[in-house]
């Protein structure tokens, strides 16, 4: 546990210098940004006369009223929580937008609608679904290294006349990694050239076994255009929140997590915020990342002002101090006190974080595991530049298997690296072999930032080589 000069002066209410000075008589020379460990705080604490109370996480989390216990009986059924993604032109917005024109409130407010990054739907048959119209697979990824378990079902747009490509494969492997059950909407059915079956056969082979076959992911044959099958669409989504035995006990402090945020020109920072648990009120104090504030307005993607929003209910929220990151956790607390004690308790946990974080990603973490022979599965990433060579590469690497260690390969594609491949990495340990191929300059930049390692090849037996010697923990990481 550790503190800055700086930290510690603000909650003291002391002037840096003063500390500083403290520190000297103790014979410790620090700056003001510098850390100093618990003990050496709790000297220059009693120095100053002021009286010494740690924080520890338990008491911090004391404060969450959203960690009240509850039974079994407080909980009830709560709508599901979708993602679409799929391929680019597939169909999405389409889609979405078909269903959305299916709503039967929506008329009420002259259906005009801004984003706000989730809404709710209300269908005829009195079903209730929220929809996350995030951007990307990157960012639903994103959302959930940060802790942020948000969606429940995940909706795979295929379409017809197009079946499974790039973007398809891209998908399906970050629904997977997030372990959210998956549906496929085959789209385009109007079209004359559309075949689902063959769609059926494509999902075959990443391992998505349909229901016609024999497993158990549902497909739904659908046109955006027509607004054929969107019915069924919605039988299948709510059929798959029964499996899933979705409940949520609203009366309670709420707890939530940031589905988007910014800074607004004029109305501040701004959230939208999915309630998860509980009642969200006009008026409640909150935590979130490490922001705090009291809800001052609250308003849906119709912009009608709501006084409070239950759960799976997205909201804008307004009155924030500062501006969180999606997937970061929404937390009702008793006052304004608790709310800043919080806030700073983890802007400080934070900070400590990244120092300790600093040159250390999670590949060398895996290889760590791997060494101590605590991990049987390695897990890596494969793009190249052609689909032979990536195919003779995943062959290559599944017959290195052994009664230990399995590589695990999370993905493989063609074409050059791009953020998705790089906040899947992350999410898992994965190392990125890139075969012939580059990474996008956005990538290139995330992986420096977020320590994912990408290693350029040219030669398969190089690739071997390397991860074989991955497996035993032995492989250098490169940053
Ligand atoms: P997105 O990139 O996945 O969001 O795809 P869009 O929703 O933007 O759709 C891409 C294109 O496909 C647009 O020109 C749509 O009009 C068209 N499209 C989408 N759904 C259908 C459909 O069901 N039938 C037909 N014929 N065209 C569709």
Do not use: C
């Amino acid at each position: 546990e550790t503190i800055t000069v700086q930290e510690l002066a603000n909650r003291m209410a002391e002037r840096a210098t003063e500390v500083i000075k403290q520190l000297m008589k103790l014979g410790v020379m620090a700056t003001i940004n510098q850390t100093i460990d618990a003990d050496t705080a709790e000297l220059v604490v009693q120095e100053l006369g002021h009286t010494i109370k740690r924080v520890t996480a338990a008491d911090v989390e004391e404060g969450i009223l959203g960690n009240q216990d509850e039974t079994d009986e407080e909980q009830q059924p709560r709508p599901p929580v979708v993602t679409i993604m799929g391929h680019v032109d597939h169909g999405k917005t389409s889609l979405l937008d078909a269903i959305r024109s299916a709503d039967v409130v929506r008329g009420e407010a002259g259906g005009i609608t801004q984003h706000i990054g989730a809404y709710q739907v209300n269908l005829a048959s009195g079903n209730k679904i929220t929809f996350l119209d995030t951007p990307g697979h990157a960012a639903f990824t994103e959302m959930r290294l940060r802790g942020a378990t948000v969606t429940d079902i995940v909706v795979l747009v295929v379409a017809g006349d197009d079946g499974i490509m790039e973007q398809t494969v891209e998908a399906i492997n970050h629904a997977k990694a997030s372990e959210a059950p998956i549906i496929v909407a085959i789209n385009k059915m109007d079209k004359p050239d559309a075949n689902a079956d063959r769609v059926r056969q494509e999902l075959l082979q990443h391992e998505l076994i349909v229901e016609e076959m024999g497993g158990d992911i549902q497909t739904v044959e659908v046109s955006a255009k027509t607004k054929m099958g969107l019915d069924k669409l919605e039988e299948a989504i709510m059929l798959q929140a029964e499996l899933l035995e979705l409940k949520a006990n609203a009366n309670r402090a709420a707890i939530g997590a940031v589905i988007e945020a910014k800074l607004d020109k004029g109305r501040g920072s701004v959230a939208t915020v999915l309630v998860q648990k509980g009642t969200l009120n006009v008026g409640d104090i909150f935590v979130t990342g490490s922001e705090w504030g009291r809800v001052r307005a609250m308003t849906n993607e119709r912009g009608q002002k709501l006084k409070s929003a239950g759960p799976s209910l997205p909201v804008e929220v307004l009155g924030l101090n500062g501006t969180p990151s999606a997937g970061d956790d929404f937390i009702v607390v008793e006052n304004d006190a608790k709310a800043r004690e919080i806030a700073a308790y983890r802007e400080q946990k934070k900070k400590d974080l990244a120092a300790a974080a600093a040159g250390r990603g999670s590949l060398e973490q895996m290889l760590a595991k791997l060494k101590e022979g605590k991990a049987e599965e390695l897990p890596v990433i494969v793009k190249a530049d052609v689909h032979g060579s990536m195919e003779a590469i995943a062959t290559s690497l599944q017959k290195m298997n052994t009664d230990e260690v399995k590589v695990n390969i999370l993905h493989t594609g063609v074409g050059a690296i791009n953020e998705s491949d790089i906040t899947l990495a992350q999410s898992t340990g994965a190392f990125v072999i890139a075969f012939n191929v580059r990474a996008n300059p956005q990538a290139r930049e995330m992986s420096r930032r977020e320590k994912v390692d990408i290693r350029y090849y040219s030669i398969i037996y190089n690739v071997v080589d390397d991860v074989k010697a991955a497996m035993s923990g032995l492989l250098e990481p490169e940053q």
